[in-house]
């Protein structure tokens, strides 16, 4: 049984959860998911999920909940995160907002709403590292990755990265969990997105 945590703080949690519960059926797996507001959860998750929501907000109260140094702990000990949108930008070393304080366990600065000035809200096929065929990319008020420091770049749209892989973080300024395609959960959590590679 897999423990999966979803930082349930603010943002899209249910969507996650339902994601990696279905992730995780494909290969074979039983997922307990575990919502989490507050401290003393993570250090029993073998993974973690952030959602996308609002940054500032999410930022906020898991420094506040004691959450945050948690989390960095569990990526010390190499147990994979899934961040997505909101939870890019707070996984990143740098959000260029005074009212985040990201937890930098993903070595990538990030330009927050960059993608919103320009166009609010898209969906994109994307070419995905690891993927036999392109990934419906919904993309909302998502944050640009400007620096994309010692990172693998796993996609990016119009030049910049906009998925990117350090050790055990995986982290897309779009949204997996808002599409019915669970290939970059399973990316970021069983190593393949194909293999065993049943029907969904
Ligand atoms: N623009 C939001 C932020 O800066 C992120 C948007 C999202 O998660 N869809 O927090």
Redesign the pocket.
């Known amino acids: 049984m897999l423990r999966a945590g979803v930082v349930a703080v603010q943002?899209?949690v249910s969507e996650h959860a339902d994601a990696i519960e279905r992730a995780a059926r494909l290969h074979g797996e039983d997922v307990e998911i575990v919502e989490i507001r507050q401290s003393g959860l993570v250090p029993d998750c073998d993974l973690l999920l952030l959602?996308?929501?609002?940054?500032?907000?999410?930022s906020r109260l898991l420094h506040s909940e004691g959450i945050a140094a948690e989390i960095r702990a569990h990526v010390d000990a190499g147990k994979p995160v899934l961040a997505?949108?909101?939870?890019l930008?707070v996984a990143s070393t740098d959000a260029k907002?005074a009212r985040?304080d990201p937890l930098g366990i993903l070595d990538v600065t990030v330009d927050?709403?960059a993608f919103?000035r320009q166009k609010d809200?898209f969906e994109a096929p994307l070419d995905v590292d690891g993927l036999a065929e392109p990934f419906p990319a919904v993309f909302?008020?998502?944050?640009l990755i400007d620096d994309a420091g010692d990172v693998a770049v796993l996609a990016r749209w119009d030049g910049d990265p906009v998925a990117v892989r350090d050790g055990p973080v995986v982290g897309t300024s779009f949204?997996p969990e808002l599409t019915d395609d669970v290939r970059i959960h399973r990316l970021a959590f069983f190593a393949s997105s194909e293999a065993p590679a049943e029907a969904e």
């Open positions: 943002g899209d959602p996308g929501g609002e940054s500032t907000t999410i997505t949108c909101a939870g930008i907002d985040v927050r709403n919103g809200s909302i008020r998502a944050p949204h």
